[in-house]
C-alpha cells in the first residue's frame, strides 16, 4: 500500500566546462563516458527502486553539471526507466536543470515528450563581463534565444539562477540584472550570493589576492563586494521582486504564486528522497545516505551488488539531530516553523526545547513569533548562518 510522497534526483555530472567558481561534482567528459554513466544510471534506477516500493514520487530533479548535455533520446530513454521502475504521481513536478547554449529546438521537444515540465536555467548574469569571469559557456543572447524557444514550446514553468556580489559588481548592476531577467517573466528566481569555495580557481585567485592586500600592497585585481555592499543588493532584490509579484518563501528563492519548487521544499520540510546517480545524497526512513563520488567505481558496481557497494557515507538521524534539523532547514523558509508540528514529530513543545535560543534571539531581533510560526526577521536573515547555528542542540 502506497502511503507517503518521496522525490527522486538524479545527478548527471557532466558539463562542458568547469566554471570557475563551481565546487560542485561535475567535470567534462565525452559522449562514450556520458553515454556509459547513462546506463549504469539505469541499471541504478531499476535496481534501487524497491526502496521507494510503498511510496509515490510527486517530485523528480535532472542535476548536476549539466543535465542539457544529455540529447532528447538519452533523456527519453532515462525518463522512461524512471517511469517504469517508480510509482510517478500523475501531476509530478519533473525539473531538468540546462545551461543556456546547450539546447535547441529538437532537444527540447524531446524533453517535453519525454515529461519534463519543468526547466531551470543557469543563466546567472544577464550581462557578458559577468559571464566571462564565472567561466560561463554561453552568452547573453543564447540564453534569450533559448528561453524564448522553451516558451514557443509551452514550457510553463521556467526558473532563472542568478548570482549576487559577484567581484567588482554594484548596487547598479545588480539591478539591471534582475530588470532584465523578470522583463521575461520566468515563474521562479532563484537569487544567490556567491560563495568562494575551496579548491575552486576562485578561492586560490581571492585568497592570494587577499594576503597580498594584507601585506599592504595597492589595490589588487577583482573585489568582492563588502558585507554592507552585499545586504544592500539583497534587500533589494527582495523589494524590487515583492513589487513584481514574486513571492520570497525561501532565503535565496523567490516565486509567482503556486509556482514554489515543490522538489527543493522537500530538502527544507524534512521530505523524504531518493538521489540517484554519482554522488547523490538520499534521506529516507530518518537516515542519511551518498553515493560513491569516484566514477570508476561507480561504473564498477555490477547491478546485483548495487545496495552494498553504493553507498559511501551514512547516518541514523537520532531525535537530538532530527530537532537540529527542523529548526535549521525549516527556517530557511519565510513561513518559518510551525511550534504544532514541532510537538506533532517530537512530543515536545518547541519552547520547553528552545526556550533560552528562542528568547536571545527575539531580544537580538533575528526572530519573531507570529501564532503557531517561529520566523527569522529581516535582520535575522542577514545573518541566517548565525541564528540556525544556535539552534544546534
Known sequence: MINKNAGLYLHIPFCMRKCSYCDFLSFPAGEDNREQYLKQLMKEI??????????????????????????????????????????????????????????????????????????????????????A???????????????????????????????????????????????????????????????????????????????????????????????????????????????????????????????????????????????LGLGASSFLDNRRFSNVTDMKEYLSIDIGRMQEELVAEEEVIDRQAAMEEFMFLGLRKTAGISKKEFKDNFGAEYKQIYQSVHERMVHLGLLREEGDRICLTRQGIDVSNYVMSAFLL
Not at 535496481?47 to 510527486?58: G, H, N
Not at 542535476?63 to 517504469?84: A, H, N
Not at 519534463?116 to 550581462?127: K, Y
Open 46 to 131: 531499476k535496481e534501487r527502486s524497491l526502496l521507494l516500493e510503498d511510496r509515490c514520487v510527486d517530485t523528480v530533479f535532472l542535476g548536476g553539471g549539466t543535465p542539457s548535455l544529455f540529447d532528447g533520446i538519452q533523456i527519453g530513454r532515462l525518463m522512461e526507466t524512471v517511469t517504469k521502475y517508480f510509482k510517478i504521481e500523475k501531476h509530478a513536478e519533473i525539473t531538468m536543470e540546462m545551461n543556456p547554449g546547450t539546447v535547441d529546438e529538437g532537444k527540447l521537444m524531446a524533453y517535453k515528450t519525454s515529461g519534463i515540465n519543468r526547466i531551470s536555467f543557469g543563466v546567472q548574469s544577464m550581462q557578458e563581463k559577468e559571464l
Open 133 to 275: 569571469l564565472l567561466g560561463r559557456i554561453h552568452k547573453v543572447e543564447e540564453f534569450r534565444k533559448n528561453y524564448q524557444l522553451a516558451r514557443r514550446l509551452e514550457f510553463e514553468n521556467i526558473n532563472l539562477d542568478l548570482m549576487l556580489a559577484l567581484p567588482n559588481q554594484t548596487l547598479q548592476d545588480v539591478k539591471y540584472n534582475l530588470r532584465e531577467a523578470v522583463a521575461l517573466k520566468p515563474e521562479h528566481l532563484s537569487c544567490y550570493g556567491l560563495i568562494i569555495e575551496e579548491g575552486t580557481p576562485f578561492f586560490q585567485e581571492y585568497q592570494q589576492q587577499e594576503l597580498r592586500r594584507q601585506a599592504g600592497e595597492e589595490r589588487v585585481g577583482d573585489v568582492l563586494p563588502g558585507e554592507e555592499l552585499e545586504r544592500e543588493m539583497y534587500q533589494w532584490t527582495c523589494e524590487f521582486l515583492h513589487k513584481e509579484g514574486y513571492e520570497q518563501y525561501e532565503i535565496s528563492n523567490y516565486s509567482l504564486k503556486g509556482y514554489e519548487c515543490r522538489h527543493n521544499m522537500k530538502y527544507w520540510e524534512r521530505g523524504e528522497y531518493l538521489g
